[in-house]
């Protein structure tokens, strides 16, 4: 009986003992509970906390920012969100639908004077790029004009000054952009650096960079500007502009400087290597590429050969048995001759030499430049320029010598058609039949070697007299058919005239704005053809500016007329 009691007693024990461990656990269980349930509510309040300061750092940025933008633009708040599109156009003005004219128009932005943009990308997500972007390299601000309010809506049409700025590398298939009104100071300054060698070679750099500058309403810090000058393509870096980061250029008078590149181009042809009289310069040329020189005449030495005393030798001699070079000599402004466009060249196989004396009329002094093309093969070659005195004869030389002729008794051969001293005549007859031919060519008579007979030959449609290996080189470059850009086909004499004085698309250099340019065809003004003016000519002059003394604003082609009528200056 004690037995069954203790063991009841010690089952209750043990029974009331896990009830307790058990009610423990769960007091812990609800404790733990309630002390997460805290904690999250704690961090929903302190996200929601957090949430509301940046809302309300949002809100007060944009305030500023709104604020930054209507200070930026005088009192006019524009600021549009476009999808880009770019157009091929020169400088950087920019197409807005028309909507936005209207918009523009009710905020008065066109008393205010020229419109300028700012232009910056904006996340796909919609939200604009931050400054501290680790993209900010590949996702640029940068500024612009307009040109006319034709675009689509909600479209922005970028020139591809605007589009290679903002697009630095590949552009993404479609991009939105931020359009906002500011209103911009007119610059006084700018650095610039050229990413290539050879900006600075141009005659009139300066005159070519101003004519570029024309067709852009500003400039940013940071940004790349594209100048063309004929078939060249320079580009220079903006360093740095003043007053600010970011200016107008439209009417000012603004001072620049340019600075040369970091590091050479290596992949630009049109690099000019300085020549000095009488110290030759070797080379390698690949075939159809061209290696350029240049050397100066100065007035001294153009004296010299004006007077006849001496002459420029341009001597090229080819060290590569199986390779064929060229030689193509301009005179500055055409800074690099071509095979269509030169004023001097040689075809000559082996090596080749131009002797150029006060006879030239496109000689004098000044800057020239030496071509050395590769027509076959790759060849090594050394290129030199020397001055050489002309040959002196002393007076009556010729004369003597006429008259000593003369009195010798001579006798003409009939085979060579030289007078030879009729006591010899005989002997010289047997032996020049035996050994010498003419050649039967009308309008040749070159006394030939018999063993040279085959290898002497004419050009079937110039007649010109050649050996037979050079015949084949002389149809290349003389007689196969050159296709001018304008659609004229011609043979390459006819060519070189033709883009020297004829072609419309020919490079001159413009007597108003000193860059050089395509001519155009004739002026429409029948008073501009007179005068001689191309079609860019005439617009060109068009343009006016203040005479220096009276301060009227006259045309640029009226100015000399101007002067002569009204100041009676010759």
Known sequence: MDFELKRAREKLEKEQKERKEKAKLRLERERKAKQGALRQQEAIEAVQRQRRIVAAEAEAKADQLAEENLLAGRGVKFSRILEAMPYQ????????????????SDEGAFDKGPLHFSLSLIHQEGGPLGAESADKERFRTTHAGVLEF??????????????SNLFPADAPSSAMVEVRYVWLSKGTYAKLQSVEYGFSYIPNHKAVLETSLRQHATLSQGDTLTVNHGVLTYHLRVLELKPSSSISVLETDMEVDIIGPDSAVTTNEYVLKPLVFGKPESGTVDEGRYMYYKFSLDDDTWKRISSEDAKIVVNLDSQTQDGDIDLYVSRHPLLFPTLHQHMWSSHDMG??????????????????????????????????????????????????????????????????????????????????????????????????????????????KCSKAFQRAEMEKHMKVFHEPLHCPCGVVLEKEEMVQHQSSNCPMRLITCRFCGDMVEAGTSAADARDRIRGLTEH?????????????????VMLKDMDIHQIAVHQKN
């Not at 034709?150 to 589009?163: D, K, M, N, R, S």
Request: net charge negative; aromatic share 6%.
């Open 89 to 104: 156009g020169s400088g950087d003005k920019i197409k807005l639908p028309p909507s936005c004219f209207t918009e523009l």
């Open 150 to 163: 034709t675009a689509e809506e909600g479209f922005v049409a970028l020139p591809l000054h605007c589009w």
């Open 351 to 460: 090596s080749k030499a131009l002797i150029l004396g006060a006879e030239d009329q496109n000689l004098g002094s000044g800057t020239y430049t030496v071509a050395v093309y590769g027509f076959k093969g790759t060849s090594n070659y050394m290129v030199s320029v020397t001055v050489q005195d002309a040959p002196k004869h002393k007076p009556g030389q010729h004369a003597a010598s006429s008259s000593s002729v003369a009195e010798v008794d001579t006798v003409e051969c009939r085979n060579c058609r030289r007078y030879v001293p009729s006591r010899t005549i005989g002997l010289h007859e047997a032996y020049c039949s035996r050994h010498n031919i003419i050649c039967p060519h009308a309008g040749c008579g070159v006394v030939l070697r018999v063993e040279e007979r085959e290898s002497h030959v004419h050009c079937e």
């Open 537 to 553: 000519e005439s617009l060109c002059g068009s343009r006016t500016a203040p005479c220096d003394s009276c301060g009227r604003s």
